[in-house]
């Protein structure tokens, strides 16, 4: 998950949320805050009046204030101290913040969301840097579950401790009645032991998928590794997680982002290349659509979906339109072009330097994805495609450049998910062409980890 990790400033995540139910969904902050600057005095009676603050507005010509009234969760005024003594003679109760600072809350524009929450309460392996550290965690998992049950988690990084991948035989031992599947920080790989391999009846015979790769020893047998489409040869295995599961882990992610000052985030879904595109539509009847029916939503939601389902999003904003209630927004849809850096499936001009003859992967055939996008586009809706590799930026700028032309201007906002690694020549292309770099700051510190251990090869 990648919430809250660069949050520069600890500030009180209740101020955060009441400010961005005045900012979200307007995109345009500073018309929004002359809105509020306008409602002047002609309201008498506000909730709370937050005093003594280092308040941040967003607007150039207003940028900082001392106080604001708040009523209804919605902000009145802001101003200076002196400007709000009717209220408090009133007897309108005072928050004095003795000098804390509120910005708006921030919006975090590429997460997993249930995903993220539900990695919370299963084997977390960030920051693991050693192979003992990593067999010792999932040996203290398997003592908390019965014989038969999965064991999941996820969220190593083979740097850490060196660059080695793991394979089954490190944790075989250790679990020879429960299969165990843990996942690469990246999502891209991930590391199955013998016997959920067995249960996957991944073998020796096993051919690798359109997309993916089963990692072998020099003899041909599965390491336990699989790659990107080749999880897909396991995952099925994997009984679904529970609705009760899902809702808990919406509530549990809601309540690590608002404490870190997040308070909207767009969730790109519970999905990957090849899975089932079922899984983020369930998402969002059993869990968003049902939070928020029952008034249990805490955080805002923008959302996108699987884009082989452009269609079934369509009908749904021709109904509903775009905001389905303050707390859910239908945002656009998602796909994938290449896989990731740290699983060397990232789509580059250059092959990798450890793999001589691996250039990457194309996860989604592009015509395909051209049509998806070209139909998505004229049905309005927003894209976003998953592009790493300097290759598969540029075939996503050409591709988005051609259906623009072809669709003709409007404010689309394409984005590109992560926009790593780009040519010189790709740069300027994302401002000429409007084109949104979707990039997340934390892997900058990820990537440099790779590029020093000679992964990136054109640099
Ligand atoms: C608040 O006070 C500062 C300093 O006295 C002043 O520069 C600013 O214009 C005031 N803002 C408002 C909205 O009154
Ligand atoms: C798979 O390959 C390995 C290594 O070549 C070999 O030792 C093993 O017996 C093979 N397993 C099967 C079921 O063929
Ligand atoms: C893309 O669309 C064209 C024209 O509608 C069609 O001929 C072609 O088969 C489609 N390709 C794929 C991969 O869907």
């Not at 990246?186 to 790769?213: C, E, F, Q, R, V």
């Not at 969002?284 to 699987?306: G, T």
Request: net charge neutral; hydrophobic share 45%; glycine share 8%.
């Amino acid at each position: 998950m990648e919430l809250g990790k660069n949050a520069i400033f600890f500030l009180s995540a209740l101020l955060a949320a009441i400010l961005s139910i005045f900012l979200f969904p307007a995109l345009n902050t500073s018309t929004t805050i002359n809105k509020w600057l306008n409602l002047k005095s002609s309201i008498k009676i506000a909730d709370l009046v937050v005093t003594n603050a280092f308040i941040y507005t967003s607007d150039s010509s207003f940028p900082f204030a001392e106080s604001m009234a708040i009523r209804d969760g919605r902000i009145l005024r802001v101003g200076n101290h002196s400007s709000f003594q009717d209220l408090l003679r009133n007897g309108v109760k005072e928050l004095n913040l003795n000098g804390k600072v509120v910005v708006p809350g921030f919006i975090d524009s590429h997460v997993h969301f249930l995903w993220g929450g539900l990695q919370m309460v299963r084997v977390q392996l960030q920051g693991v840097n050693s192979k003992e550290g990593f067999v010792k965690m999932v040996k203290e998992a398997v003592a908390e579950k019965n014989q038969g049950c999965w064991v999941l988690g996820g969220g190593w990084n083979n740097e850490l401790w060196g660059g080695d991948l793991p394979i089954a035989s490190w944790i075989d031992e250790i679990t020879p009645n429960n299969p165990v599947w843990l996942s690469r920080m990246d999502g891209h790989m991930g590391l199955a032991n013998s016997l959920a391999l067995k249960i996957a009846g991944i073998t020796n015979y096993t051919k690798d998928p359109t997309g993916g790769t089963v990692m072998r020893t020099s003899g041909g047998e599965p390491t336990g590794l699989l790659i990107d489409s080749a999880m897909n040869l396991l995952v099925p295995q994997i009984p679904e997680v529970s609705v009760h599961e899902r809702r808990d882990a919406l509530v549990r992610a809601s309540k690590l982002a608002l404490r870190r000052g997040v308070t909207t985030v767009v969730d790109l879904g519970r999905y990957l290349p090849g899975a089932t595109t079922e899984d983020v539509w369930a998402d969002f009847s059993e869990v968003y659509q049902w939070a928020d029916s029952k008034a249990e939503m805490l955080i805002r939601v923008c959302l996108f979906f699987p884009m082989e389902t452009w269609s079934r999003l369509q009908d749904l904003i021709s109904k509903a339109g775009h905001i389905w209630s303050q707390w859910i927004y239908l945002g656009g849809v998602k796909a994938f072009v290449d896989g990731s850096l740290g699983s060397n499936s990232a789509l580059f001009y250059e092959p990798y330097l450890d793999e001589p003859h691996n250039y990457g992967l194309l996860v989604t055939e592009i015509d395909s994805l051209y049509n998806m996008t070209m139909a998505s586009d004229k049905a309005r809706l927003q894209v976003a495609i998953h592009a790493i590799g300097d290759k598969a930026n540029d075939m996503i700028l050409d591709m988005y450049n051609s259906v623009a032309s072809s669709n003709g201007n409007r404010d689309r906002r394409f984005r590109i998910e992560h926009s790593q690694h780009l040519a010189p020549s790709a740069v300027s292309r994302f401002g000429r062409q409007k084109i949104i770099a979707s990039v997340q700051v934390h892997y900058i510190h990820y990537i440099s980890l790779l590029a020093s251990n000679i992964y990136i090869c054109s640099l």
